[in-house]
Structure formats: C-alpha cells, structure tokens
C-alpha cells in the first residue's frame, strides 16, 4: 500500500516574500496616488484658466455692446461723477442729447465692475480697472484691468470698444 501523504514541501508564503509584496504594492500606491495629484491639480488650474479667459471675453463683449449703443462717452472717476477726466474708473455711456443712459463703474467693495444699477456687470474679481479715451480714435474707449489667473498671479488685460456713431 501506498502512503496517503504527498511529499511535496509547498509551505505557502515566508514572511521575507509576504514583505516584499506588501512593500511593492506600497511603492505602486504612492506613485499611482502621486500621478493622480499631478493630474488633478493639472486640471484644477487650467479650469480656473478657462473660467478667466471665458469671464474676460464675457466682460469685454458686455463692455462693447454698451458703448456701441451710445452716442458719446465720458470718463469720470466714481468719486466725482460730474468731472470728467482723461482716464479714470467710471465710465458714462451718454445719448445724442447728452444725457447718460447708461454707467459701468469700479466698485472697490466687490472689486468688480458695476452697472448703472450696482450690480456685478462679471462674477470675477477684478483690480485696477482704468478707463480711458483712445489718443488716436476719439471714439473709441480703451480699457484695462487685472484679474487672476489659474494659480493666483494677476494678468493684465486690455481691450478697447468704439462708437457705432
């Protein structure tokens, strides 16, 4: 009769071989979890990116829509509206008559650009925003400001609209 018993000397894992898969799968882990940081914060900062340019492009059309419907502009500081200045960071949209249909305006509290109403003309933070007359055409408005980028720095724009008229 032959021995039931299998001579085989399979003892299952050692404790070395059971370290070393624990420690490779860690080195994975932490290079799978690096890479998906790097990835995620990629994405986080060129969508901050995107949303700027978007909220520039929608705040320039906004601006040149207004100033194409007017007749004249004056540019004011929004501490004296009555005085009109060469660059300042109130701008009044007037009709043919020389009334003023319509204002955009610096609002330091909100750090934003206002209408006539107070209200946000763009949800994103703006600084230094300054109005003024184009030296060459006079009825075209120039304007520039700063606004933040996907990682905090401020960028500056400029962009102009003209009078239909």
Do not use: C
């Amino acid at each position: 009769m032959r021995p039931i018993r299998s001579e085989s000397r399979q003892r299952g894992l050692t404790l070395t071989e059971l370290m070393l898969v624990i420690m490779l799968s860690l080195v994975v882990m932490l290079g799978a979890g690096t890479i998906y940081r790097g990835v995620d914060h990629t994405f986080r900062t060129n969508t901050r990116k995107l949303v700027a340019q978007k909220e520039s492009s929608l705040l320039s059309t906004v601006i040149s829509r207004r100033v194409r419907t007017a007749s004249n502009f004056m540019i004011y500081d929004v501490a004296d509206r009555t005085a009109p200045v060469d660059a300042g960071n109130g701008l009044a949209l007037l009709d043919g008559n020389g009334v003023v249909t319509y204002r955009l305006e610096w609002d330091n509290t909100n750090q934003t650009l206002a209408d006539s109403t107070g209200a946000r003309v763009t949800a994103m933070n703006l600084q230094n925003l300054l109005f003024s007359a184009d030296p060459v055409s006079p009825k075209t408005v120039r304007y520039v400001y700063q606004t933040y980028d996907g990682i905090g720095n401020l960028v500056d724009i400029q962009s102009a609209a003209s009078l239909r008229n």
